[in-house]
Structure formats: C-alpha cells, structure tokens
C-alpha cells in the first residue's frame, strides 16, 4: 500500500478580515527623510553629509563638484 506523506503545519486559525489587515498596515506609513538647508548654497540636503550641490562641509569646500553635462 502507498504510504501518504502528509506534513503538518501551522495554519492561521481564521481569515484576517480586510479591515484587520488594513489596520496593522496603517503604521507602515513612509516618512520623509530629515532635510536641513545647506548653509554654504541653501540647498536642502540630508544632515551631517557633504553637500552635493556645492561640495562643501561645515562652511569648508571638500571635494570638487563636476559641472552635469
Ligand atoms: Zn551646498
């Protein structure tokens, strides 16, 4: 005789209703990264990093910025 080979695994116990599932979601919201103004150019630019729009870090130029073709 053929012997079955049926696995047991766990199984939610019942449907998660859509408003259930919609509400768990509801604090998965995206948030809009930290900006601040750079103080050099004034563009905004993501915090304690060098600024791509004019090279410059805490008031002083330290990398040189290519010109976009
Ligand atoms: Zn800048």
């Keep these: 005789m053929m012997k079955l ?3 047991m695994f766990a199984v ?6 859509k408003t259930r599932k919609r509400t768990r979601q509801a604090h998965k ?10 103080p050099t150019c004034g563009e905004m630019i ?17 990398v040189e910025v290519k010109e976009a073709e």
């Design 46 to 62: 993501k915090p304690h990093r060098v600024c791509k729009h004019c090279g410059s870090y805490k008031k002083q130029n330290v």
């Design 12 to 17: 939610p116990f019942r449907k998660v209703s």
């Design 5 to 7: 080979n049926i696995q």
């Design 29 to 38: 919201a995206m948030t809009a990264p930290g900006m601040v103004a750079c």
